[in-house]
Structures are given as structure tokens and as C-alpha cells.
């Protein structure tokens, strides 16, 4: 069964900065595409960002510019890089593998919370 564990998040003020790491095990990571959702009280989680088992990367528009999704196969992690944090980029993220902008894991990480403040 796929384990994921997230990490990096934080208290930011806004227009800082913070790189989230999820770490996984129990896959063959190299084989799966990996996203990034986010998901605050009263909401349904959220696509993010995504990127191919080829590293092409994706994102929601919100984003577009400001975060950057990468990978490192040899540590069987998947990255995302935030620039420009905004306050309504406040909430918890979470990782997963992704079938185009979908979650395959039925079960989700920890996730890491992200507060920007004004």
C-alpha cells in the first residue's frame, strides 16, 4: 500500500516563499505521475499542481507563475516550490499520485499546512 508523508509547510508572511516535500514509499515512484492539492475548512480539496513521470508539469491557474512542481526519483520525492504566497494560498497540502488532475490513493498524507499572513 502507497505511503505518503508531507513536510515544509509553515507560517509565511505574504510574499514569501516556502518549498513542500512529499516523501512515498510502498510504489515504484518512477512509474507514477505525482500531484499537489490543497484544502481549507469547509472546501473540497483542491488540484494544485502535477507532474509527469517524464517531469512535465502542470498547474491550477491560480498558481500559474508563482509555484513550480518538481521531482527527485532516486529519493522518491516530489517537491512544490511556492514564490509570491498570497493569503489565500492558506491551507493544508497534500500529496498524491495523480491520473491527469485526479488522486489514485485512497488514502491521504498528514498534509502540511501552509498559513500566508497579510
Known amino acids: 500500500q502507497g505511503h505518503l508523508v508531507e513536510s515544509g509547510g509553515g507560517l509565511v508572511q505574504a510574499g514569501g516563499s516556502l518549498r513542500l516535500s512529499c516523501t512515498t514509499s510502498g510504489i515504484i515512484f518512477s512509474f507514477f505521475d505525482m500531484g499537489w492539492f490543497r484544502q481549507v475548512p469547509g472546501k473540497s480539496r483542491e488540484f494544485v499542481a502535477r507532474?509527469?513521470?517524464?517531469?512535465?508539469?502542470e498547474y491550477t491557474d491560480s498558481v500559474k507563475g508563482r509555484f513550480a512542481v518538481s521531482r527527485d526519483n532516486a529519493k522518491n520525492t516530489v517537491y512544490l516550490q511556492m514564490e509570491s504566497l498570497k493569503p489565500e494560498d492558506t491551507a493544508v497540502y497534500y500529496c498524491?499520485?495523480?491520473?491527469?488532475?485526479?488522486?489514485?490513493?485512497?488514502?491521504w498524507g498528514q498534509g502540511t499546512q501552509v498559513t500566508v499572513s497579510s
Open positions: 507532474i509527469s513521470r517524464d517531469n512535465s508539469p
Open positions: 498524491n499520485l495523480v491520473n491527469g488532475r485526479q488522486p489514485r490513493l485512497n488514502s
